[in-house]
Each structure stands twice: as C-alpha cells, then as structure tokens.
C-alpha cells in the first residue's frame, strides 16, 4: 500500500540506532520484521510504499510504529536551539521515532550494552532465528522476535551461546520478570516517566542508558536523553557539557528523545 508520511527518510529512521532489524536492500528499500510480520519500505519523497501488509494492518499497528501522524516540522522548530541542532536536524532530517514492542526493545538494547550496531544486530537475528516463529515474505523466510516465555524457558548458556557475553543472565532474568508479570508494559506505560524509570531499573542488568532507550523507543516517554558514548561526546564537544543526561533534558524538555536522536545521527554518521 501506499501512504502520505511527511518528513521520513526509511535510511535516517531504520539507521540511526533506535532499531536492529531493518536492512537495506539493493534497491534501497529496507525490509523489516515487526508485530509478527516482514514488510519492505520504500519512500520518494512523501510517498511511502509499504508491502506485505493490509490497511487494516496499517491503521491498526504500523501508523504507530512508524510514528506516521506527527508533524515533525513542530519537532524541528522545538530543538533546533542554535547552530548544532540545526546542522543535525538538517542531516537527519528523516528521522521519525518508530514505536517499537516494548519487550523487544528491553532485550534488543540489554544485548546493545557496550556493542557495535552491526554485533548487536547479528546477536538478535541469531536469537530470531533460533527461537522466534518462522514468517514468509516475498518467497524468504523471516523470523519474528521471540515471546518472553520462550526466552524464558533458556538457559543461560543457550543465551550465551548467541554471543551476548556477559549479558546473558541479564537478558534471562529480564525475560522471565516479563513472562511473570514482575515488569509489566502497561503499567510502566500509565506511570510518569520517573516512576517508569524506577521500576525498570530495578530489573537486573537494566542501567541510565538502557533503561531510557526503553522508555523512548517503545512507550514513547520523549523527554529522555539518553546518553550513550557518543551523546557524550557530542554533548561535551558542541555544548561543553560532561553532564550530557541532564543538559540534554533540561535543554529540550518534552522533545528530549527527538533531540538526541538528531544528534547521535548526526554525530554517529557526519563523517
């Protein structure tokens, strides 16, 4: 199907970090796995082309995901606050902040702890392809990320063996709080964000940085920033700032998680 999204750029979106399971193709498209489904993105302009999904399936789940009904250009006008901004905003200037599923965010950015994107992104597709539900799309098979109480039900040299190292206890016990109910998506989604930041950080292996990427790419709490190597680079250099969590917050306010996207974009890729 096609659809009218303004302000998206699938290269900026699907490659600035926030997600792990879009690849670019030859023609670049990107095909990616979520809600149990494999679609391939394309855009020209403001005409995006999505295949393998009905409407229903867009208005029910990927007008969400993708973020599809903000107006990004209020976004922009609220963090570009000087010559910095400006510039990232200007390099990123497709990103949208897609809603991904929470408990796959939670596992996903565990396994992200001191990695590369492209590690990152094979341990998850080896997780996918070991343990989620097989789907086919354009004649490949794809895989659906697996359900808590699959994980669950691992042990934790299962876990390890998909090169996750040291996280792999960290990944177990937060699978089963979620199996168990002990973290539960929908509450944490009701509470403001710092009581949503307490409650995750309770969870075992869950830090600063791991804990707001949560929040922000899966429930939508927008005013974290969360501050990763190169955030605090970025923060440091174009801010003069060694604080880059609490400058960032008290700078963007409630645009806080569009803010450090455009830049770690920016940061990350302006080479």
């Not at 995006?48 to 867009?58: N, S």
């Not at 990695?115 to 989620?132: A, E, H, M, T």
């Not at 403001?192 to 929040?215: I, N, Q, W």
Request: aromatic share 12%.
């Amino acid at each position: 199907m096609i659809v009218t999204i303004k302000d998206f750029v699938p290269e900026h979106t699907f490659d600035c970090g926030q997600c792990f399971r879009w690849e670019k193709q030859a023609d670049g498209s990107y095909i990616g796995i979520a809600n149990s489904q494999a679609v391939r993105i394309s855009a020209q302009g403001e005409k995006v082309t999505i295949d393998g999904i009905t409407e229903e399936d867009y208005s029910l789940f990927w007008k969400r995901y993708l973020d599809a009904e903000r107006d990004y250009s209020t976004v922009k006008n609220a963090v570009n606050i000087n010559e910095t901004m400006d510039r990232a905003v200007k390099f990123g200037n497709g990103i949208r902040i897609l809603r991904q599923d929470f408990f796959e965010a939670l596992i996903s950015f565990i396994i992200s702890q001191r990695s590369s994107i492209p590690k990152i992104k094979n341990c998850v597709d080896k997780l996918c392809r070991l343990y989620g539900e097989e789907i086919v799309f354009d004649g490949n098979t794809y895989y659906a990320f697996p359900t808590p109480e699959k994980i669950a039900s691992l042990t934790e040299d299962e876990i390890r063996a998909l090169g996750v190292g040291y996280r792999a206890p960290y990944i177990l016990k937060a699978a089963k709080a979620v199996a168990n109910g002990e973290i539960d998506e929908s509450v944490l989604d009701k509470l403001d964000t710092p009581s949503a930041r307490e409650k995750l950080l309770s969870l075992y292996g869950v830090g600063d940085k791991v804990c707001d990427c949560v929040l922000l790419f899966s429930l939508g709490k927008y005013d974290l920033f969360p501050a990763d190597v190169w955030i605090k680079r970025v923060m440091e250099e174009e801010f003069d700032s060694k604080d880059a969590k609490a400058l960032g917050e008290s700078q963007f306010g409630s645009y806080s998680g569009f803010a450090q996207q455009y830049l770690f974009y920016w940061r990350k890729y302006n080479v």
